[in-house]
C-alpha cells in the first residue's frame, strides 16, 4: 500500500496565497468616505457593486439597477448616489445618511418619531409630498421604520423647460435606530426618491435593491452624528 505523498511546504504556501488572491479579487473596492478628502470624489461615476463606508463603520453598494449612477456627495455622515435620464425626464436619487435621534423607548415611540421627522420635512415650499404607508420592520436584527411617500415637485430651477409642472415625486424610505448602548441615539436613514414627469413604477424594484446593500455597522462602533434629517 502506497501512502500518499503529503504536500510541501513550498505548495502550501503557493495554494494559500492563490486562495487569498482569488478572495481579494471577489471582493468590491471599497471606497472611504470617512477620510479626508473625500470630497473630490464627488460627481465621480458610481460602478455597481463598489461599496463607501461612512464612519462607524457604516457601509453600503452603489446601486446597480439600473446603470448609470454618479456619487454626488460622500462625507463621513452620509453618501447621496443620483441618476438622471434624460429620455425620461427622470431623476433618481439614493442617499444612506447617518443621524441622532431620541434614545430607544419602544416600537411605537420611535415610529412616530419618524413620521414627524418626514413631516417637517415637508415645510411649504415647492415639493408637496405625503405619507402614504407606514410599517415596523428589521433590519440586522435593528429595528427599523419604511415608509412611502408620493406627491409632487415643482421644478423651478427650469421654468423654460418643456415637462410638465408638477412632477411626480415618489420616495421608498427606512430608517433604522442602531440601539447602540455606547451612542443611544445613533439611526441610519435610506431615501430612495424618483422625480418625472409620470410615475414609470420601477421605484420599488430600484430601492429594495439598494436597501439590500446597505450594511449598519455593529454595536459599539457607531460615532456621534449630526440631528436626523429627511431631504
Known sequence: MTRARRPGAAALGLALALSAARACAAEPPVVRCDQRGAARLDGTPAPPGTRYRLAGDLTLAAPAVPAGWTLARCTADLALFVRTDEAHDAVLSALVSRATVAPWRDAASFAAEVRTMFQRANAPGPQHVTTDAIAATTMAGRPCVDLRRSGTATDRDKPDRDAPDPLVTREVSRACHLRDPAHPGAAVLV??????????????????????????????LTPRAGPASAP
Open 191 to 220: 431615501i430612495v426618491k424618483l422625480s418625472a414627469t409620470r410615475d414609470p413604477g420601477t421605484l420599488g424594484a430600484v430601492a429594495q435593491g439598494f436597501l439590500a446593500g446597505v450594511d449598519l455597522p455593529p454595536p459599539g
